[in-house]
């Protein structure tokens, strides 16, 4: 993996960065899923009719989530990468926890409980991810408390995913801040695991492990930047922090296309704007 490390570091060193020919392409049918543990939040989304780019470091859970949709893998709507991703190129230990749901790079949060082991893996930046799969209309990003490195990333891009979801409970600075240096200036918060159904899809029953819905309802009633500072103090000041921050740019998703719900692949085109909601 080291001998890997500094092959990759001398090329960039000769040549640049090597920069893949979809770079900065807007796709608004393609959702990313960082961080997608068992492959739950994945399934809701090809449920919806989205492409997604799924990604994972925990390589028994990489190949849980391969195993788990061969059909959508077979008929290109889904990948499924084994990537530790951040916002710079480095080789790190991942400490896949015992509790699957706590391991991380980020070594106290990866160490919680004692039961671990290391991993050593070279970090792929979150741009380059971007570059090589396109833009997303949709990214949820939890990958315990690196959440602020992939945004770090994202000031490299150009162009954004239009929403964005990431998982708070580690994030010890500003997220609002940060996404508002993004572009982003609409928000909500989401209380996990206490989903509510999505309307869109009777019967379907999100796992503890779910981010939640995505869909017109919950991307109505966002707050601006100060009202939604004052959530997060309010939530940090509880013993219970588990949620998830949308947060969007105010683009229109009827120009983006969204599938229709019940697809396969039908187009669903709200008429409202985000931020208007």
């Given at each position: 993996?080291?001998?890997?490390?500094?092959?990759?570091?001398?090329?960039?060193?000769?040549?640049?960065p090597k920069v893949p020919v979809t770079a900065?392409?807007?796709?608004?049918?393609?959702?990313?899923?960082?961080?997608?543990?068992?492959?739950?939040?994945?399934?809701?989304?090809?449920?919806?009719?989205?492409?997604?780019?799924?990604?994972?470091?925990?390589?028994?859970?990489?190949?849980?989530?391969?195993?788990?949709?061969?059909?959508?893998?077979?008929?290109?709507?889904?990948?499924?990468?084994?990537?530790?991703?951040?916002?710079?190129?480095?080789?790190?230990?991942?400490?896949?926890?015992?509790?699957?749901?706590?391991?991380?790079?980020?070594?106290?949060?990866?160490?919680?409980?004692?039961?671990?082991?290391?991993?050593?893996?070279?970090?792929?930046?979150?741009?380059?991810?971007?570059?090589?799969?396109?833009?997303?209309?949709?990214?949820?990003?939890?990958?315990?408390?690196?959440?602020?490195?992939?945004?770090?990333?994202?000031?490299?891009?150009?162009?954004?995913?239009?929403?964005?979801?990431?998982?708070?409970?580690?994030?010890?600075?500003?997220?609002?801040?940060?996404?508002?240096?993004?572009?982003?200036?609409?928000?909500?918060?989401?209380?996990?695991?206490?989903?509510?159904?999505?309307?869109?899809?009777?019967?379907?029953?999100?796992?503890?492990?779910?981010?939640?819905?995505?869909?017109?309802?919950?991307?109505?009633?966002?707050?601006?930047?100060?009202?939604?500072?004052?959530?997060?103090?309010?939530?940090?000041?509880?013993?219970?922090?588990?949620?998830?921050?949308?947060?969007?740019?105010?683009?229109?998703?009827?120009?983006?296309?969204?599938?229709?719900?019940?697809?396969?692949?039908?187009?669903?085109?709200?008429?409202?704007?985000?931020?208007?909601?």
């Open positions: 993996m080291a001998n890997e490390w500094n092959s990759d570091r001398n090329r960039v060193a000769r040549h640049g900065n392409v807007f796709d608004g049918q393609l959702l990313f899923d960082v961080g997608c543990h068992r492959g739950d939040d994945t399934a809701y989304y090809l449920r919806k009719g989205f492409r997604v780019i799924a990604v994972e470091a925990n390589p028994t859970l990489f190949e849980e989530c391969r195993s788990r949709f061969p059909g959508e893998i077979a008929a290109g709507r889904l990948q499924v990468l084994h990537r530790c991703v951040s916002d710079v190129r480095e080789e790190v230990t991942f400490f896949i926890n015992a509790n699957d749901g706590w391991s991380s790079f980020i070594e106290p949060i990866g160490r919680r409980g004692g039961n671990y082991e290391g991993l050593t893996m070279v970090t792929v930046p979150l741009d380059e991810l971007l570059r090589e799969f396109g833009v997303p209309y949709f990214m949820k990003v939890d990958v315990e408390g690196a959440e602020d490195r992939l945004l770090r990333a994202l000031r490299r891009n150009s162009v954004r995913p239009v929403v964005l979801a990431i998982e708070i409970d580690f994030y010890a600075g500003d997220p609002i801040g940060d996404l508002e240096i993004l572009g982003y200036s609409r928000f909500r918060f989401i209380r996990q695991p206490h989903l509510e159904p999505d309307p869109e899809l009777p019967g379907w029953a999100f796992s503890r492990c779910s981010s939640g819905p995505l869909n017109a309802a919950t991307l109505r009633g966002m707050s601006g930047a100060e009202e939604a500072r004052q959530q997060l103090a309010a939530i940090r000041g509880q013993s219970y922090r588990w949620h998830d921050l949308y947060a969007t740019n105010g683009t229109s998703y009827a120009a983006a296309g969204w599938p229709h719900p019940h697809g396969p692949h039908a187009p669903w085109r709200p008429a409202a704007s985000l931020a208007d909601k």
